[in-house]
């Protein structure tokens, strides 16, 4: 557990400005602020030189509950008689319900003590109140005032922003003296100005008071609305594994796919199984297994990125006569980052070419080793085709899940994920669940995300109408009020005007989190490396050719530091794809690309997604930019701005000048002015300017998506049919004062 400075001088009985003079220059230790964190060893280190100068005795000492934490306490007290109010089945006193923020935590993320006995003590006391609870969402930081005051010292809290007059006054301070001080030091602010936490703490420390930064804790959906409910061991059972089946094109997925699912047809069935839904489930031994079939590793890595933990084995499908191809080391990648076990299927092992060891030489250098030479992943060799060793398969899929020991309780509300939605012109909207928890029956309230509904219909995955849908099972469900996204959490509300409450707050706060979504930049690194506790730098490589991928990643891994280590989770040659920056928002990676750009639609979901790219045709200048952000140092003067792009459809050749070409504009807007690029497949030929744009016969200053052009290249004449010219600026970036 770490302590902070002023929590160490207070327990010395120092002043904090003397106490931080006592470490550098006595103790050896040097810190700058009051808020700082000391790991175990310095604590120990200034205890003994407090023990050795007689100033205090040692002694293991009972941390002190703060003011923070003894309000949260209160909090969670309040809200658990409130919650006894409750006159709606009594659901939350029965299953022991979390409350919507759980245990509060404090600024270290420790829970504040509030034990099951006080928990009894104050339901019994509270049985008699009546009334219904209407406050469905709390925030931590409304449970503590703004500042507050221990042993004589005044403690800001500081949440977000704040303005310099707000500042003030929480201080104590005439604003126009904060202001004057301010301008002597070249800081020129008014009194609207926001100021940072670092200057509201040099500020606060020549008025000997503290600022701490209150930290404002994210909530899952489930636990903001009451709706996730506290599970009994006894209550758990054994529930089906769940299986996504990823590889490259052509290396037999849906083949495969199809031959389990026909191998396990129930007999007397006319015609074989017609899937209904993008899941169904088999049977082996008496256990079901459940399959979800995802139609690529965009949409499962999609699904990740909005916190549907949906698979829990992957099956990475590698055809024995290919061997090891871009798709199959996507799918490698957005495994990991999912963090599932894999079981390796080498597929078409029937065929005479089929090398099943090379395929385990190659996975070995992306990180699968196999069992047999002494790794953790299994490989199965199968014939999809011939339907050769799919039991073996099975059974795999049934150890790897004893391992894993899956377990849910089934008594309790539903919850699930929506694997696919729909709106159907005769039925209404669709969605396809899979539901993890508890049992799914007709008739329930459900929400999910931004939409409401009561389930008039379940169909299971044969398309026959059922009751009820268990643990693991795939369901066909109609009866929402809307479409609801793909990816988002159902669950059972105990009545509707519950579940248009959350639908109302859920609605506030996707807006919220579109403006205010976090994401990784070189530039933002540094603070996030301070203020995040951020221990890695995850980035996707793509570069012109196999060789300049392993030379980027040789030169980027070396680049890592005390503070920081740089994770590569995926690097490989070609273009920067869409399915590249699903990755990146997912595992919160920056995009690397050396001599390749992106395509039209990655840059477009780069946009929405807020995913950094950097492109460079020089290995330095990225090395560079990335250990300038890991020291600090980074100070961007110019970024790119990306404009447009134009197709080449035909080159002329015209005497005196050279090739001229016949174009269309498919993205965006071009200048005549603007800076180019050339790329052929994706990968960079040339950057310079255009000799000449023209519309028509006309000379033209600008030309827009779906305009026919002719353009000629400054110094570059071996333009070609097919050949893109990317359009881009380079814009000044405001630096502001920190």
């Known amino acids: 557990m770490k302590t902070r400075v002023h929590e160490l001088a207070k327990k010395h009985g120092i002043k904090n400005k003397e106490f931080l003079e006592i470490l550098k220059k006595d103790v050896g230790i040097n810190i700058t602020s009051h808020l700082s964190n000391l790991e175990d060893d310095q604590v120990k280190k200034i205890d003994d030189y407090f023990a050795k100068m007689n100033m205090l005795k040692v002694d293991t000492v009972e941390p002190v509950k703060n003011y923070k934490e003894k309000k949260e306490e209160k909090a969670i007290r309040k809200i658990i008689d409130e919650d006894e109010t409750d006159e709606n089945e009594g659901h939350s006193q029965k299953n022991n319900k979390k409350n919507k923020f759980q245990q509060p935590k404090n600024k270290k993320g420790n829970n504040v003590g509030f034990d099951e006995e006080s928990r009894s003590e104050h339901k019994n006391k509270n049985k008699k109140k009546k009334g219904r609870r209407t406050d469905f969402v709390m925030k931590v930081a409304e449970q503590t005032p703004d500042v507050i005051e221990e042993d004589g010292i005044k403690i800001i809290k500081f949440r977000g922003e704040i303005t310099l007059g707000n500042f003030a006054e929480k201080l104590g301070v005439n604003s126009g003296e904060i202001i004057k001080k301010l301008f002597l030091k070249g800081q020129m602010l008014t009194i609207n100005s926001p100021i940072t936490l670092e200057m509201a703490e040099e500020l606060a420390g020549e008025y000997d008071a503290l600022v701490e930064e209150e930290e404002e804790v994210e909530l899952e959906f489930g636990e903001k609305f009451a709706l996730e409910i506290q599970d009994k061991e006894t209550d758990l059972i054994e529930r089906p594994a769940v299986i996504t089946i990823m590889g490259h094109v052509d290396h037999g997925k849906t083949s495969l796919l199809d031959a389990i699912r026909t191998t396990n047809v129930v007999s007397g069935e006319a015609g074989g199984i017609t899937q209904k ?172 995300g931004e939409v409401q509904g009561k389930v008039k219909a379940l169909l299971d995955d044969k398309g026959e109408r059922v009751e009820s849908a268990t643990l693991s099972q795939p369901v066909e469900v109609i009866g929402f009020n809307n479409v609801p996204n793909a990816g988002d959490t159902m669950y059972v509300i105990q009545n509707e005007q519950h579940a248009k409450r959350i639908v109302e707050e859920v609605r506030k706060e996707r807006k919220i989190l579109e403006t205010t979504k976090k994401t990784i930049s070189l530039e933002s690194l540094s603070d996030q490396l301070k203020h995040e506790n951020l221990k890695e730098l995850n980035l996707i490589l793509r570069a012109d050719s196999k060789g300049s991928v392993d030379a980027l990643r040789d030169s980027l891994l070396k680049l890592s530091n005390d ?137 033209a200053k600008e030309v827009v998506v779906g305009q026919e052009c002719g353009l000629g290249v400054e110094n570059f004449n071996d333009i070609k049919e097919g050949d893109v010219v990317e359009a881009f600026e380079m814009v000044e970036v405001k630096r502001t004062l920190k």
């Not at 080391?329 to 070419?353: G, L, Q, T, Y």
């Not at 690097?571 to 050396?594: F, H, N, P, Q, R």
């Not at 395509?599 to 492109?615: G, L, N, P, Q, Y």
């Not at 961007?636 to 050279?658: D, Q, T």
């Open 563 to 699: 503070e920081v280590a740089v994770n590569i989770i995926q690097a490989a040659s070609g273009a920067i794809t869409e399915s590249d920056i699903k990755l990146a928002e997912t595992a919160g990676a920056i995009i690397i690309g050396y001599n390749v750009r992106p395509t039209t639609k990655a840059i477009k979901e780069a946009e929405i997604s807020k995913v950094e790219i950097r492109t460079s045709s020089i290995i330095y200048h990225i090395t560079e930019d990335i250990e300038k952000a890991l020291a600090g140092m980074l100070e961007p003067e110019f970024k790119e701005n990306y404009l447009g792009r134009i197709e080449i459809k035909k080159v002329f050749k015209v005497s005196k000048v050279g090739n001229v070409a016949g174009c269309v504009v498919v993205d965006g807007k071009v200048r005549n002015d603007a800076n180019i690029r050339i790329l052929r497949d994706n990968v960079v030929l040339y950057e310079g300017k255009l000799s000449s744009l023209k519309r028509f016969k006309d000379d």
């Open 277 to 448: 839904i993008g899941a169904y489930q088999i049977e082996k031994d008496g256990r079901k297994i459940t399959f979800v079939d995802t139609p690529g590793h965009e949409a499962f890595t999609d699904m990740r990125a909005r916190g549907a933990q949906v698979t829990d084995i992957a099956i990475l499908v590698v055809a024995a006569d290919d061997g090891v191809m871009p798709q199959t080391i996507e799918a490698i990648s957005h495994a990991k980052v999912a963090k599932v076990p894999v079981i390796v299927a080498v597929n078409k092992i029937d065929k005479p070419e089929a090398n099943p060891m090379k395929v385990k030489q190659e996975l070995m250098e992306h990180g699968l080793v196999s069992v047999e030479w002494g790794g953790d992943v299994e490989f199965v060799e199968v014939s999809a085709k011939q339907k050769m060793n799919l039991d073996v398969l099975l059974d795999t899929i049934l150890i790897t899940a004893d391992i894993l020991e899956l377990k849910a309780n089934s008594k309790k509300r539903a919850k699930g994920v929506v694997l696919e939605s729909r709106l159907d012109p005769k039925i209404g909207p669709i969605a396809d669940i899979l539901v993890q928890e508890g049992t799914l029956k007709i008739g329930d309230v459900i929400v999910a």
